[in-house]
C-alpha cells in the first residue's frame, strides 16, 4: 500500500510538472497538441476541426477558415476562374460595364464572372446569396460557402493592387473548399484604378491562409484613404445573381443551417401577395464562441449572454425587430417558418432589416459610402413608401463574426476626423433622395424619417 501510494504521488508530481512546463510554453508562443476531452453539453458541429473546438474553450478567437488548419491547399481548382486568372489578369474592354444604379455617370467599373459557379447550381436551392467584400475580407467566403446550399455571388473591392490580394485568397479558398464551385466573384473598382495582380509569388501556406490574411493595413484602398462604395458592390452582387430570389448580406454574417432550402419549403407555399420580402434575424456572438448553427444553439449562447442581436451595444434599434422577445423565447422549430407579418415604419422606421427578397427590389444608394454609415436607410425608406410587408422567420437567422461590436472608450481621434466629412456627405445624399421620394411616391408619414 505504501509502494503504491508513493507511486501515486510521484505519477502527480510529474503530472503537474508536465503541465505547468505545457502551459509556460504555450505562454512563450510554442505550439503543443492539446487533448479535447468530448461533451455533449458542448455544441460544437461534427464538421468543424479541433482548431475550431480552441474557438469554443476560449484559446482562440473566430477567424474565416480555421477550420482548415493544418490541410494542405489541392493542386487544382474546385473553381471556374476567367481572364487568364489566377496567373494573370487579361480582359477586353467590352467585358468592363456599369455600376447597376447609377450607370455610366458613376466613377465605379465592374468586371464580372472572374471566376463563374458550375451549372451544378441548378440542382440547388434558388435563392442566392450575395455579399460584398474588401480585398482583405475576402477569405469569410469559404465560411459561407459551407453553410449556405445555393449559390453565391461575391462583389469585390479591388483598386489597383487590391485585385492580387484578392486572386491570392480566392485561389487559396478555391484550392481547399469543396463548396467553392457554388462560387461567382465579380470585381468593382474606381474608373481611375482599374485591377492589377501586380508581381505573383506563390506562398505555401495551409488552408487556414493565416499567411495571406493581413488585415486592411497592407491594402491600397487603406494606404489612399478610399472609401468603400458598398452599395456599389451590394448591388452588383444582386444583379448578378442568376435566381429570382436573393438574400443580400454582409461577408461576415453566417447563415444558421440549411437556411436556403428551408426558406425555398415555404417560398414554393402560398404567400402573401404583393411586395413580400423575408426578414432574417441578425445576431452576434462573442469571438471566442463557435459560431451556432441552429436556432437552439442560438437560444443557449443568449441564455448564457453570450449572444446578442445584431448592433445591441452600437445601435440598439438598428437591428431590434419586432417580435423580437417572442422569437428569443420560442423553441427552435427544426425548419424555416413564418413568424409575423409586419413593416417598417414607427417605431421601427430606423430598422434596417436583412431579408431574402427579388432582383426587382429597390437598388441601395450607390452614392453613399460606408464610411459615411446609414447606407441602408434611403432603401429601406422606399420600400416603406411602396408599402412592403416583411415576414420575419423563425428557425433561421445569421450571425456577426467575429465578436460582438461594443462602443470603445478610448477614441481613436484619427480616424474620428477621416470619417466625419463621410458622414456629413451620406446625410446630404440621403436627404436628397428622400425629398426625391416623397414627389415619387404617396406620402406615409408613418415612414418617419
Known amino acids: 500500500m505504501r509502494c ?12 503537474f510538472f508536465f503541465l505547468l512546463i505545457g502551459r509556460l510554453l504555450i505562454d512563450r508562443g510554442f505550439d503543443l497538441p492539446i487533448l479535447v476531452i468530448g461533451t455533449s453539453d458542448i455544441l460544437i458541429p461534427k464538421t468543424y476541426s479541433s482548431f475550431q473546438q480552441d474557438v469554443q474553450t476560449g484559446a482562440l478567437a473566430f477567424v474565416a477558415g480555421m477550420y482548415m488548419a493544418g490541410l494542405q491547399p489541392r493542386n487544382t481548382s474546385f473553381c471556374r476562374w476567367y481572364h487568364g486568372l489566377p496567373n494573370m489578369l487579361s480582359y477586353p474592354a467590352s467585358k468592363v460595364t456599369w455600376s447597376p444604379e447609377i450607370g455610366e455617370k458613376s466613377p465605379y467599373r465592374i468586371l464580372p464572372f472572374v471566376l463563374r459557379g458550375t451549372e451544378e447550381r441548378n440542382k440547388l436551392p434558388r435563392v442566392t446569396l450575395c455579399t460584398h467584400a474588401t480585398a482583405d475580407q475576402v477569405y469569410g467566403i469559404v465560411e459561407l460557402a459551407r453553410r449556405w446550399e445555393g449559390p453565391l455571388s461575391l462583389a469585390v473591392f479591388t483598386p489597383g493592387l487590391d485585385a492580387g490580394i484578392a486572386v491570392a485568397l480566392l485561389d487559396r479558398a478555391c484550392r481547399c473548399e469543396p463548396e467553392m464551385y457554388k462560387v461567382s466573384v465579380h470585381l468593382v473598382f474606381p474608373a481611375s484604378r482599374p485591377p492589377a495582380l501586380g508581381r505573383i509569388t506563390r506562398i505555401h501556406g495551409d488552408c487556414a491562409a493565416s499567411d495571406l490574411q493581413r488585415g ?80 437552439k444553439e442560438l437560444l443557449l449562447a443568449t441564455k448564457a449572454g453570450l449572444a446578442v442581436y445584431f448592433h445591441r451595444f452600437l445601435c440598439s434599434h438598428c437591428q431590434r425587430f419586432p417580435g423580437l422577445s417572442r422569437w428569443l423565447i420560442r423553441p427552435d422549430p427544426g425548419k424555416v417558418k413564418p413568424l409575423i407579418i409586419t413593416k417598417r415604419e414607427y417605431p421601427y422606421h430606423r430598422w434596417e432589416p436583412v431579408f431574402i427578397g427579388t432582383q426587382n427590389d429597390p437598388f441601395y444608394a450607390e452614392e453613399m459610402s460606408w464610411e459615411g454609415r446609414q447606407d441602408k436607410m434611403s432603401q429601406m425608406f422606399e420600400m416603406c413608401l411602396l408599402r412592403y410587408r416583411l415576414i420575419i422567420l423563425d428557425g433561421a437567422f445569421l450571425v456577426h463574426t467575429p465578436g460582438i461590436k461594443r462602443k470603445t472608450i478610448k477614441i481613436d481621434k484619427a480616424k474620428r476626423e477621416f470619417l466625419k466629412p463621410h458622414e456629413r456627405r451620406n446625410a446630404r445624399i440621403y436627404q436628397r ?14 415612414c418617419a424619417q
Request: positive net charge.
Open 4 to 15: 503504491s501510494g508513493r507511486k501515486f504521488l510521484i505519477w502527480s508530481s510529474l503530472m
Open 216 to 295: 486592411d493595413g497592407a491594402t491600397e484602398r487603406k494606404r489612399r484613404n478610399m472609401i468603400y462604395p458598398i452599395n456599389v458592390a451590394r448591388n452588383v452582387a444582386r444583379i448578378q445573381a442568376n435566381t429570382t430570389r436573393v438574400l443580400v448580406t454582409d461577408i461576415e454574417l453566417l447563415p444558421s443551417q440549411r437556411l436556403a432550402s428551408g426558406f425555398m419549403e415555404i417560398d414554393r407555399e402560398k404567400t402573401p401577395k404583393g411586395r413580400i420580402v423575408f426578414v432574417v434575424p441578425v445576431f452576434e456572438i462573442e469571438s471566442n464562441e463557435v459560431p451556432p448553427l441552429t436556432k
Open 433 to 446: 433622395i428622400i425629398r426625391r421620394l416623397l414627389k415619387q411616391y404617396p406620402v406615409n408619414r408613418k
